[in-house]
């Protein structure tokens, strides 16, 4: 049986690529191998780094890639408005961030692990990640996340017939964000998928959340299959329990790592923070994000002499834009 990581990810997320597989290399097994799932064929700048590390590869295969494209295609063909909403909002022919699926052919029967952990690649592993491996000897889906007190992100929730295809307990406790999910592959047969398609064909389909269309989707597909989802969160003593979002403000920066009220944290998730800033700070430029020092300590780890020398005063990632910008808008000049 082959353990491995996965993460997705092309040139645009590069430093932040960069900084997750140090991090997995500097606070985890050296040898565990990773597996990284191109989400486009922009991963020239990737594929270099890639062949540097030997337990590191990656993962381009279009047979792979297309079957899971299709299934999001059925899955979304079902949908009574969402191809219209997104030609119209969007101006997008096709399923929204159809690449991102790309990360279920860590389900493939083609992959090369038995079971997972996968990673968004804005992602850093700060301790080992056994608990999720030793959690998939009894359960088939392991999380460690607390999306189940968010549920909008995850289903439509203004839908009439959410809590009749997944009663409000269960939505409570099951739910999670597929930034971070441990599983198995071969999990979705195809009978099961085609099982899946005809539930959301008869108009179950209305639940799923279009903002978010591979997480909505891999929570109904998990949910509706009846595959109990293992929370650590939940599960482990709460006295031991620590956030992993960035959004957290009460971190403490401590030797390279991340602590929650003296708590070491297994992860940190910079969601929500676009790529653009990592790019920014990686080349020189003074942004100002939370815990930036991490990231930089994990994204120049193996070369410390190219760690950007920051100088002036710090620009806060979410600061309001200037008064010239906000003109240069305004007169549809930026």
């Known amino acids: ?14 430093d932040q690529a960069i900084a997750l597989l140090n991090s997995i290399e500097a606070n985890c097994d050296r040898d565990l191998p990773i597996c990284v799932i191109a989400y486009n064929d922009n991963v020239e700048r990737l594929q270099a780094e890639i062949d540097r590390r030997p337990q590191v590869t990656l993962m381009n295969d279009p047979a792979i890639f297309g079957r899971w494209e299709e299934l999001s295609r059925r899955v979304w063909n079902t949908h009574p408005h969402a191809l219209e909403t997104w030609k119209e909002k969007k101006g997008l022919d096709g399923v929204y961030r159809i690449e991102c699926n790309h990360r279920y052919g860590a389900f493939d029967l083609a992959a090369p692990f038995d079971r997972f952990i996968y990673l968004d690649a804005d992602t850093l592993v700060l301790d080992s990640l056994d608990i999720f491996f030793s959690s998939l000897d009894h359960h ?8 189940h007190k968010d549920p909008s992100h995850i289903f ?14 269960r939505i409570g406790s099951e739910i999670f964000c597929s930034g971070c999910f441990a599983s198995k592959k071969g999990l979705f047969s195809p009978d099961r998928q085609n099982w899946l398609i005809d539930r959301l064909a008869e108009g179950e389909a209305e639940v799923l959340y279009l903002g978010a269309p591979n997480q909505s989707v891999l929570n109904y597909m998990i949910m509706r299959s009846q595959i109990p989802v293992f929370n650590i969160a939940l599960e482990m003593p709460s006295a031991q329990v620590t956030g992993n979002s960035v959004s957290s403000p009460h971190f403490e920066e401590k030797d390279n790592l991340l602590y929650d009220h003296g708590k070491r944290l297994t992860y940190v998730h910079y969601i929500g923070l676009s790529a653009k800033l990592f790019t920014q700070l990686s080349e020189g430029g003074n942004i100002d994000f939370p815990y930036r ?17 920051l ?12 008064l010239q910008k906000r003109l240069m808008k305004k007169l549809g000049l930026a």
């Open 140 to 147: 088939d889906v392991v999380v460690y996340d607390f999306q």
């Open 311 to 322: 100088s002036g005063r710090a620009k806060a990632y979410n600061a309001p834009p200037s």
């Open 293 to 309: 020092e991490t990231f930089l300590h994990y994204r120049f780890l193996h070369e410390p002499e190219n760690r950007p020398k």
């Open 1 to 14: 049986m082959i353990d491995g990581i996965y993460t997705l990810a092309n040139d645009v997320v590069y």
């Open 156 to 169: 439509n929730v203004n839908s009439p017939k959410l809590h009749d295809v997944f009663p409000p307990g």
